[in-house]
């Protein structure tokens, strides 16, 4: 059968504006001008800040001390599992070499970036995790430079403890500044600070626009859009699970899509029917948040089968997949495209995003059809390099230099022309372009 919406939106999610675009462009391009003065006249008006920008080990270490040993010991719980993950995907990135043809040799290194800027938010929430996930993967990395930047609180500062996670997890410096200031101080290397190779995290239109722009002369995790979550579900479900799932993810933001993919009318019916009630039940500002997200951008979809369901989540390539469904190996073997995948009610999206040890940065507006999130593999590059002896080189030179003459590439030819002469002198090669 045709998909069935039980429940269809009426917006569509966007990343950016051409208001945006043109306000992050003036602000970078003042910035980029007036260097560090520029960057502090938008800190004090945008985050209503003048305090010390680049936090000393005394104010790291005072920060610190505010945060209560409770919480210290579940970030240090989440900073571990996080730590543990990424070291297992260092482990799979491995340097190689192997004999292409006898007497040339080829192979590859994995090198890290040597400064990461990691944006962390600060306004609405404190993003605790967000310095933990982006900060311990870069450090697990190698980098040798790692920024924390993250924006205080109106005459205050940085929350203490984004500043205890963003020390703990391995931050060389952690910087007070919010929004395209922010990252234009990262960019730049306004401050002292070293340029930015890679800037990383999540953060609001502005903050992924400016990273969109600057794109090229930084490298950059992905583009992000507003965070969106997917549920499979089955007959054997528990709704009251999946209302409350999807509840959870529609707090983000008012245009954060939600979406319930079933092959059980009776589910999603029962499902439809829980969330207002949860929604209502929510503190003020994450009320309106997921209300806006679930009136305007949530869809609840009735297929005919698990295998139809799983082609609507490919179809919507979703930035965080939960499945709560029967045979979930079948799941975890069909399914193709997602940011990252939950098995099974006993796990939760909340879980990625918080403390399970995955990252919690990832693809968002249908990315995941080509690129996975954020791992300790964006903070390396991979290379490659070959050496040879002079006689592995002679057919790689002759098949060079007929390649190019095709080509019309004769510099390309004379290249490899010379080291023949060189290595092989008397011999005759025939060198004329391949036919």
Not at 120 to 136: L, N
Not at 277 to 283: G, N, Q, R, S, V
Request: hydrophobic share 45%; with cysteine; aromatic share 6%.
């Amino acid at each position: 059968m045709a998909r069935d919406y039980l429940k269809k939106a009426t917006m569509t999610a966007q990343s950016g504006s051409d208001e945006v675009r043109e306000t992050v462009m003036n602000i970078l391009a003042d910035i980029e001008a007036g260097g560090d003065e520029a960057a502090l006249k938008y800190a004090a008006k945008f985050d209503n800040y003048e305090g010390p920008v680049l936090l000393s080990a005394d104010e790291i270490a005072a920060a610190s001390a505010k945060v209560p040993q409770k919480l210290k010991d579940d970030i240090a719980f989440a900073h571990s599992n996080v730590q543990r993950f990424a070291e297992l995907q260092k482990s799979t990135m491995t340097d190689v070499e192997t004999e292409i043809v006898p007497g040339l040799i080829a192979g590859q290194k994995a090198i890290p970036v040597r400064a990461a800027g990691c944006y962390v938010p600060g306004g609405r929430y404190s993003h605790i995790a967000s310095a933990i996930m982006t900060v311990t993967t870069a450090k697990v990395a190698g980098c040798e430079n790692i920024v924390a930047c993250s924006p205080p609180r109106p005459n205050e500062g940085i929350a203490p403890a984004i500043i205890y996670a963003a020390h703990l997890a391995g931050a060389t410096q952690i910087l007070s500044m919010g929004g395209v200031q922010g990252i234009a101080a990262m960019t730049f290397g306004l401050f002292g600070l070293p340029k930015a190779d890679i800037l990383v995290g999540p953060g609001n239109q502005f903050v992924a626009e400016a990273k969109r722009f600057l794109f090229g002369r930084v490298g950059i995790d992905m583009v992000a859009g507003p965070t969106d979550s997917l549920i499979l579900a089955d007959a054997t479900a528990d709704a009251h699970i999946v209302a409350t799932d999807l509840v959870s993810q529609a707090e983000h933001g008012y245009n954060s899509p939600v979406w319930l993919v079933t092959d059980d009318r009776a589910l999603a019916e029962k499902v439809m029917g829980m969330v207002p009630d949860m929604i209502a039940d929510l503190p003020e500002l994450n009320r309106m948040n997921a209300e806006a997200a679930w009136r305007d951008y949530a869809e609840v979809i009735l297929c005919a089968d698990r295998e139809e369901m799983a082609a609507c989540s490919d179809d919507y390539a979703p930035e965080h997949l939960t499945v709560q469904a029967e045979d979930l190996d079948w799941w975890l073997d069909r399914l193709q495209c997602y940011g990252s995948l939950f098995l099974g009610e006993e796990t939760t999206v909340s879980y990625g995003d918080k403390a399970s040890g995955t990252n919690h940065v990832l693809p968002t507006s249908s990315s995941a059809k080509y690129t996975g999130g954020l791992s300790v593999h964006k903070y390396m590059k991979i290379v490659t390099w070959q050496r040879g002896t002079q006689e592995g080189t002679k057919d790689v030179a002759i098949a060079t230099a007929r390649i190019s003459r095709l080509e019309g590439m004769e510099g390309h030819a004379r290249a490899a022309d010379v080291r023949l002469a060189k290595y092989f002198p008397g011999e005759n090669f025939d060198l004329t372009a391949a036919e």
